[in-house]
């Protein structure tokens, strides 16, 4: 790795430098930085668990676990200075325990990590969250055998190398990072190579029978799921349309949300959500740009009181620091599917979207103009 210097128009080599000379170690330190940075890794990851070692009949323990974008499990091994003979193998056996795991045991570990980091966060929102907004029981989560495996080492011995090349082409999901740390000017500097692809995995059989009782029953619901939020949202569009019109241009759909964008500022919309076991009519701010996200909510923030005035009540205030988007939300705990609440979750949602929408509008254009 090399430094450009501007001045004089030439490179300055960086040191290499091994984990162990700078006096860094696997658990406090890489498994660390890539908690807190999973997209190091070169993709959209959630950590739910570090150190997991919840696995009937074995104290084994891996050292991340997350979830991708697609719903796949992703197992993690750490290693620093050199990979291990043994690496890979381990590895094997943490996706095959990682295999049996449902979508409740799922939400359950990761609700537990929060816990554990002192977090008041709920696991089930956060990984909504993470899925787009999407209702929970619409996501896919460890559905047969996806689970990932990715290894990260400054050195891969040949025996791991060749054994990952083997299984990868015998259709198992694996990355290997090569890991180097550099020193320039008293920073350490760090890079991560990927340089082992990822391919399709193949099926493991190991304790998947509650798993596979309960996707069976998922697609099942799904499907009767789709039908009702579909003829919910007609019959919410057709009441809207006779008080307020604001979502009378929408179409049904079988999206547990529908939205309509504020006037003024590029980026924020008025969106009203139905859930399971709950509704919500909220601003949601999003423009691509998360510096402009949140400062777009803290410009809202500051009339915070007034706002709550016109309201008529408290709104909750979610700025999400450690997310791009941001959000300000009205919730009720009313569920659509039953069939006598919903006439209630239609009035509020409608009487809640319509309100946001009156108050938010002028602010949403003062902050177009600043």
Known sequence: MYIIDKDSNKLIKVEKKTFKSLGLDERHNLQEWIAKEPSSLGEDLLIIQKEFDGFADTKERLDLLAIDKSGNLVIIENKLDDSGRDVTWQAIKYASYCSSLSKSDVVEIYQKYLNDQCLKESAAENLSDFFDNRDLKDVDINVGNGQRIFFVAANFRKEVTSSVMWLLNSGLKMKCFKVTPYEYNGKVLLDFDQIIPVKDAEDYTISIAKKTQDENKSGEEKHARFTVRQTFWTEFIDYNKSVNGLFAINTPTTDNWIGRAVKGSNGLNCNVIVNFDNCRAEIYIYTGDKDRNKSIFDFLYENKDAIEIKFGEPLTWQRLDDKVTSRIRI?????????????????????????LMEIFTPYSLKYSKK
């Open 331 to 355: 919730d009720r705990d009313l569920k659509y599917i039953e069939q006598d609440q919903r006439q209630q979750v239609i009035e509020f949602l409608t009487t809640a979207s319509g309100k």
